[in-house]
């Protein structure tokens, strides 16, 4: 960010808290999430203005704030809506199922901000996610049959307004591995990214995994999930229409790409219904 702080860490209970009362803290501060789930990618995002949730004492650097839109990636509501919308011209082409990429980008963004503490990538990625979620799928305009391949070629040949042609190989890449094989040091297209892109591209391709997963019957009706991150395991509690059984079939199967990357299972659970384990 370019602006120089001195950090000390405090336990909350023990130092902060007092420090807070006696008003002896300084005019930032960061409330982590604790153990090994801790991450200052996650507190950092929450200062995005000056009444950020974690930014209690409005502390409002205009160095900071006004670089925010750079660091933090798309967030305004209309500049997402911009981005769905130019996707969505690029899906139309290839007869893609609109309703299902629309419903898939909204689960995967939500995850990508929820599992920010564990995938600890910079916001600016989350438009990634979104565009290849958006269009995993229009390989099927060539054919259903490997169409994860297909759409790997469709996207890096194409373009969308305010994406570098760097950024467009990452949306290919993530689209590429949304099924199927993980990524390999042997396919041409992941191999000629440097290390950071590769391991962008593996998390970013998790993460959409899991999304794609929750829309198995393309009928929407996860309509919400809230992720609870543990040490050993992720739980997410899904929001929707009762019956959600091919969604948990198909979560099981994709989801160890996901145990793989972040070191932790998954648990898939229904509000209202006892928790059902997904092993990976």
């Not at 997402?80 to 990429?101: P, S």
């Not at 992941?190 to 993460?207: C, G, M």
Request: aromatic share 8%; glycine share 6%.
């Amino acid at each position: 960010v370019g602006v120089n702080v001195d950090l000390q860490i405090m336990d909350f209970n023990a130092e902060f808290v007092p420090a807070l009362r006696a008003h002896e803290v300084g005019p930032l501060y960061f409330v982590g999430t604790g153990g090994s789930t801790w991450s200052g990618v996650s507190d950092v995002a929450d200062i995005s203005d000056p009444q950020g949730a974690t930014n209690y004492t409005e502390w409002n650097n205009p160095e900071w704030f006004e670089r925010w839109d750079e660091l933090s990636g798309t967030r305004d509501p209309e500049r997402q809506r911009e981005l769905l919308n130019a996707a969505a011209v690029l899906g139309r082409k290839y007869h893609f199922d609109e309703a299902h990429a629309r419903h898939v980008a909204a689960l995967a963004t939500s995850l990508f901000d929820q599992l920010a503490p564990i995938h600890g990538l910079p916001a600016e990625n989350r438009k990634i996610l979104q565009a290849a979620a958006m269009l995993c799928d229009i390989g099927q305009f060539v054919s259903f049959k490997g169409h994860h391949k297909h759409s790997l070629y469709l996207i890096s040949n194409s373009e969308l307004p305010d994406f570098s042609h760097r950024e467009m190989q990452l949306v290919a890449n993530v689209a590429r591995y949304h099924r199927k094989a993980h990524p390999q040091p042997h396919h041409h297209a992941f191999a000629v990214l440097d290390a950071d892109d590769q391991e962008r591209v593996t998390k970013l391709a998790a993460i959409l995994r899991i999304a794609d997963s929750l829309d198995r019957e393309r009928t929407q009706r996860v309509t919400g999930v809230d992720v609870r991150i543990g040490t050993d395991e992720v739980a997410l509690w899904l929001d929707g229409t009762a019956g959600l059984l091919l969604e948990g079939w198909t979560l099981k199967k994709k989801s160890n790409l996901f145990k793989s990357v972040f070191g932790r299972r998954l648990q898939l659970r229904f509000l209202g219904e006892e928790p059902a384990e997904v092993q990976s």
